[in-house]
Structure formats: C-alpha cells, structure tokens
C-alpha cells in the first residue's frame, strides 16, 4: 500500500516562479487536505477539499489554490511564489468521522 | 472552533526514564483527540487516538494517554525511553465527528539522552 505520495520531494523556485505540488492517495478517502509546517508552528491548514471536484480554505490559503478533479489526487498550486513560502508542505487523506488523517512524506520547497 | 496547547516546545529523558508531554485542548462539543509522531525527514504517524471510547487509550511503541475531560487535557505518556523515541509529537483536535478538520498544536521535539 502507497497511502499518500507527495510529489517532488524536494523544489527550490526562484521568487515569482510558479509550481504545482502533487498528492495521490489509493485509500479511497473523501476528504484531502494540504498542509505547511514550519518550526515551533506545528501545522497549518492551508486548502482542504471533502469529495471530488469540491475545495475550501483553511487557516492560511493566500498565495495558494489547489484543484480536486479526481478523487485520488489533490493539487496544491503556488502562482507566483514568494520567500515566506519557503516551507514544508504535507498533503492528507481522511476517511469516515472519527478516522485519522494519513500523512504523506512532505515537500521540503526553497523559495529564493 | 476547537485549539490545542502543548507544553514545552523541547522535553529532554534519559533513556528507561518516563516520558510525558503534556496536551490541553479545548473544544465546545466532544472532541476527537491525537497523538502523532514526525521522525526527521518524514511524515506524521499515528501514535493513538481517542474518539469517546474508553479514557485511557494504548497506541503504539509503547505509548499511551489518558482523556480526561475535567482538566481538558490528553497527556502522552511511556513508561521508559528508548533511543529510538527521539522525535517530534504533536497533539491534535476535531470536534468531533462532524468537523474534518485537525488543529495541531506546536509540537515538542524529545530528546533521549544515553
């Protein structure tokens, strides 16, 4: 079993330059998030989506927008990147109420 | 809406010590509780969850915790260190089984010291 992959692993963007982060989940699960870490903030929510083809904001989605077209697949898009979103972004996956979140292995991403 | 504060940012053991890292939450309907644990370089894992099931919950690697919802807290708990729980854990809230989404509080990084 994959569970979450997260794809690239590792970017680094020069300021202005745009990409687009993917996560694909073979759980089946309705609900996606993605999510960006950085030191002594724990996780931030940054888009979430609970079925296909439906996203929402979370606590910080200025800067990014993500699109759900499949199930499977979450895209997390940074238009025009900037240095304060140097970060770690992890993409989950959840199931039916009361299930955890799956967690996939994190894009460590460099903005310059 | 639901939030999480864990105490101390760093907690240093000796290994066959106790460890405990400390979890207070707060939420304004029954809450869905979590311990996760982030190894360097990885993602988070599931160390146990409580889901208004028994109050005292076992996860994995030896580690468990205790609801208890007079003091709002979901206290992690192991009764001796390893080595190999050196690591990142992070507490986290849902209200419930309606709401899908996860606060995390800040996390505490565990040494263990030989």
């Known amino acids: 079993n994959a569970g979450v992959t997260q794809t690239p692993k590792f970017r680094v963007l020069k300021t202005g330059q745009s990409m687009t982060l993917l996560c694909a989940q073979d759980?089946?699960?309705?609900?996606m998030y993605w999510y960006r870490q950085d030191p002594g903030m724990g996780l931030r929510l940054i888009h979430y989506?609970?079925?296909?083809?439906?996203?929402a904001k979370g606590e910080v989605p200025d800067g990014y927008n993500v699109s759900r077209l499949k199930k499977q697949n979450f895209l997390l898009g940074l238009e025009s990147a900037a240095p304060s979103q140097t970060s770690v972004y992890f993409c989950?996956?959840?199931?039916?109420?009361?299930?955890?979140?799956?967690f996939g292995d994190g894009t460590r991403l460099s903005i310059l | 809406a639901q939030s999480v504060t864990q105490l101390g940012s760093h907690v240093s053991v000796s290994e066959g010590a106790l460890v405990l890292l400390r979890c207070n939450y707060s939420?304004?309907?029954?809450?869905?509780l979590f311990w996760y644990v982030q190894y360097p370089n990885q993602g988070l894992q599931l160390l146990l969850k409580?889901?208004?099931?028994?109050?005292l919950v076992k996860g994995i690697n030896g580690f468990e915790a205790e609801f208890k919802k007079s003091e709002t807290s979901f206290h992690l708990t192991k009764p001796s260190a390893h080595m190999s729980d050196a690591a990142e854990y992070f507490c986290?809230?849902?209200?419930?089984?309606?709401?899908?989404?996860?606060?995390f509080g800040a996390g505490t990084t565990v040494t263990v010291r030989a």
């Open positions: 409580y889901t208004s099931a028994a109050t």
């Open positions: 989506s609970v079925g296909e083809g439906t996203t």
């Open positions: 986290a809230v849902s209200g419930g089984s309606n709401d899908y989404k996860l606060s």
């Open positions: 989950a996956s959840r199931g039916t109420p009361g299930q955890p979140q799956h």
């Open positions: 759980m089946n699960h309705e609900y």
């Open positions: 939420s304004s309907v029954p809450p869905y």
